[in-house]
């Protein structure tokens, strides 16, 4: 059955993703259309690639996920280093080596540019802090002076994944404004998990099923925020900026498309999570997409 998918950011959490996309090939469900932001960006970009579940965790156990972490090379002590790091380049790490990566992994399948695959088959999340604008890519390229076809798709992913404060942002410079520079991050900033993508805006209906993969609890299982002080208030205040837009569009009309994989316990940036760790949260994925499939009607 053909569907469409979208995968919500969550970092290394995104392990969850391997179990649940077994299970759909298990079932013979088969993506024509996917969008994700951060981590599920990663994702998704992949499967469009033609990578399957099984290549896919293949992938992941040759990964050497620290390598990600990609410091500025320095003569000061790391832990002073990435405090200078952070305020002069926006990021304790570079994020290229995580680019190098997606790049090298997406030519073995033949995909390098958005031209490579076929037409509005992946759309990549991301935010432009510096125009203040949500950005669908490869879609709003041209308003950068950007040709989508001749965009690389590891670039657009790697936007998608630049954990503020964690990666550097990605610049990208528009050609309309002699070049005028803005700096790109994380998509989950503004929307960590696009359903509403592949709705019609005029009809409000989907062009065929969708089904999208969140990595946290359904909405009756979201415990509210303790605030106590102030560090607390933060906390709830970027939680409600990232999840807002989202929580509404998914408690309107969508929550019955929906896999929730409840991951409580794992940092989006516990990049020394263990081999065990890893294997629970694609167990999580498999068991909770089967549980899905159960009682889901399209």
């Known amino acids: 059955m053909k569907i469409d998918g979208v995968f919500a950011g969550g970092g290394v959490k995104a392990y969850a993703f391997v179990g649940a996309l077994d ?3 298990e079932r013979g469900y088969e993506f024509t259309r996917i969008a994700g932001t951060s981590a599920g960006s990663i994702v998704a970009a992949l499967i469009k690639a033609g990578y399957t579940s099984k290549e896919l965790l293949s992938l992941l156990n040759e990964l050497d996920i620290e390598a990600f972490k990609d410091e500025r090379m320095s003569w000061l002590p790391f832990p002073v280093a990435k405090w200078i790091h952070m305020y002069f380049k926006l990021g304790i790490y570079k994020g290229d080596a995580l680019e190098a990566w997606l790049s090298c992994v997406l030519q073995k399948k033949g995909i390098k540019t958005f031209a490579d695959l076929p037409k509005d088959s992946l759309r990549i999340i991301a935010s432009d802090l510096s125009q203040n604008r949500l950005i669908v890519l490869p879609d709003d ?20 994944c630049s954990i503020p404060f964690f990666f550097e942002p990605v610049k990208i410079y528009d050609r309309t404004k002699n070049g005028a520079r803005s700096y790109v ?54 939680d409600t900026m990232t999840k807002a837009h989202d929580t509404r569009y998914i408690a309107a009309d969508h929550a019955k498309n929906i896999v929730f994989i409840p991951v409580m316990d794992v940092s989006a940036t516990d990049f020394e999570m263990s081999e065990q760790e890893k294997e629970k949260l694609m167990n999580l994925g498999r068991i909770e997409t089967e549980q899905f499939l159960r009682g889901w009607r399209y």
């Open 141 to 160: 390229l041209p308003l950068y002076g950007q040709i989508p076809e001749k965009f690389s798709v590891a670039r657009a992913v790697r936007m998608s």
């Open 23 to 25: 299970v759909m090939e």
């Open 185 to 238: 991050v994380d998509g989950g900033i503004l929307s960590n998990f696009p359903m509403w993508l592949f709705m019609d805006g005029k009809t409000k209906k989907w062009r065929r099923p969708v089904i999208g993969f969140q990595l946290s609890p359904s909405l009756d299982q979201v415990q509210p925020n303790d605030i106590k002080n102030a560090i607390a208030l933060y906390r709830a205040l970027f």
